[in-house]
């Protein structure tokens, strides 16, 4: 049996545009590295910590990494203990998941390491609880994309039931990250609690529209369905010059784009990797003009989630 690991988890786009909450999907990058080593005593300590400008803490009982393998330990009833290096390879606050990229490499490193008593989709509950800690929900549009890979519906959380969607081979993402911060409570706290029915007719034929041109590899339905009446007319507001982004995407030739999680990052999808770049340059030259430095990610969608590297 391996005595240590070195595992890859993804970044994800949770939302995309039209299904707040409920979808998502992983990236080929950025993402987050951790190393997990068996120890001959119990208990887990987290002994590094890089890339996070001394913001994270080690405390086990508090980080992302450990709390979902300490969740994992209580199920299997096992007394192993493990220590930990995260390196964290991605902007933390930046709406691309980076608390989930680090729940999800914890605890499939650590059930590798542990010979896989469970199945990878039995991790995800275990995933979930590292979001809790770092935002004080355990939801899963983040983390079960970045488990999984791929483009991931939560069709339910009571009971929780997650399905993977098939994908275009050629579909592109477009990461922009502009350097500003946006408080995923602050995301939170700006949306209405209420909808008008119109408003949620128009929701549901859009997320409707999503599912089916992903199965269907129809292009231009996607593109038509990537309308968000929800969260972007609020959110969008935490993000100067959004809608200019945005627009400068869609005359680049994206399908559609809109704001990753809750931002401030914001992504768009196209059917070619020539496009996916020119539209990258597009973006992120609307945020030059605003004097906001960011980074720029052009990947395929990542159908495979964690990998041992």
Same mark, same amino acid.
Not at 179 to 208: C, Y
């Given at each position: ?98 608390? %989930?990229?680090? %729940? ?206």
């Amino acid at each position: 049996m391996e005595k240590s690991i070195r595992v890859f988890a993804p970044a994800t786009v949770a939302n995309v545009t039209c299904g707040f909450d409920i979808l998502g999907f992983a990236v080929s990058a950025p993402g987050d590295e951790v190393v997990v080593t068996l120890k001959k005593s119990p208990g887990i300590t987290i002994s590094e910590i890089t890339g996070d400008g001394g913001r994270l803490s080690k405390d086990p009982s508090q980080n992302t990494v450990s709390v979902p393998i300490l969740r994992y330990l209580e199920k299997i009833k096992s007394k192993q203990g493990f220590d930990i290096k995260l390196h964290k390879k991605m902007p933390l606050g930046s709406g691309l998941g980076s608390s %989930s990229a680090s %729940s999800v490499a914890g605890v499939f490193a650590a059930n590798i390491l542990l010979g896989e008593p469970l199945k990878r989709i039995e991790l995800l509950p275990f995933a979930m609880e590292g979001e809790r800690v770092a935002c004080g929900s355990a939801h899963a549009d983040n983390v079960a994309p970045a488990l999984l890979g791929g483009f991931v519906l939560v069709r339910s959380y009571r009971p929780l039931d997650v399905v993977k969607i098939p994908t275009p081979a050629s579909l592109y993402a477009t990461i922009i990250h502009p350097h500003i911060e946006v408080r995923t409570k602050d995301a939170r706290s700006i949306l209405r609690n209420d909808l008008s029915l119109h408003d949620a007719i128009v929701q549901w034929g859009n997320v409707a529209g999503l599912v089916c041109g992903l199965l269907m590899s129809d292009y231009g339905l996607i593109g038509r369905s990537m309308h968000d009446v929800v969260a972007e007319p609020y959110r969008s507001a935490l993000i100067p010059g959004y809608y200019e982004v945005k627009q400068a995407a869609l005359d680049a030739g994206a399908l559609g784009a809109g704001i990753s999680g809750s931002g401030p990052s914001v992504f768009a999808l196209s059917n070619d990797e020539k496009k996916a770049r020119v539209i990258a340059k597009k973006m992120s030259e609307e945020f030059n003009k605003l004097n906001i430095g960011n980074d720029v990610y052009v990947s395929q969608i990542n159908s495979e989630g964690p990998v041992v590297l």
